[in-house]
């Protein structure tokens, strides 16, 4: 179960790269709120379906939880504007790179610290190579991006 897991989350993470660059594309010609709006939009009615088709009962509705759980919706909307606005000018690798390696930073320290009513799991040696070594892959990835002056 864990290596399905896995590949569904890189299949997850695929598709946002491919998203990164249509929302890039789109919100170039229509705007980045524009661009972001679709997004939220077919996205909601999307989840709507799926939850009237297939979401099984649950013990709790969504005004029976914490608060404060519900702010996670409003992390979405940042990282679909920040994209849209970096893919343009960036580039999809150097964007979704750096957006991994924020990603990769923030999850080490609500697991470090237990953040969230996570588990805590510590800071190693091996999980703070991975941040290194990633960092190392965006610096690589964004100088490989620039472009060369001597290129006709």
Do not use: F, K
């Given at each position: 179960m864990?290596?399905?897991m896995?590949?569904?989350?890189l299949i997850g993470g695929a598709t946002l790269s491919v998203q990164a660059a249509?929302?890039?594309?789109?919100?170039s010609r229509v705007g980045v709120f524009k661009s972001a709006f679709l997004t939220f939009?077919?996205?909601a009615l999307v989840t709507a379906l799926l939850i009237f088709f297939f979401e099984p009962k649950q013990a709790y509705t969504l005004m029976d939880v914490p608060k404060w759980q519900l702010l996670g919706a409003l992390c979405g909307v940042p990282y679909i504007v920040i994209m849209v606005l970096?893919?343009?000018r960036i580039g999809t690798a150097v964007a979704t790179v750096?957006?991994?390696?924020?990603?990769?930073?923030?999850?080490?320290l609500i697991d470090n610290f237990g953040w969230l009513g996570n588990p805590a799991i510590p800071f190693s040696t091996?999980?703070?190579a991975a941040i290194a070594c990633?960092?190392?892959a965006l610096f690589f990835i964004y100088s490989s991006s620039k472009p060369s002056a001597n290129k006709a």
């Open positions: 864990t290596v399905i896995i590949i569904l989350a249509i929302n890039g594309q789109l919100g939009s077919v996205g970096a893919v343009q750096a957006v991994i390696l924020g990603q990769l930073a923030m999850s080490m091996s999980r703070l990633l960092g190392i």
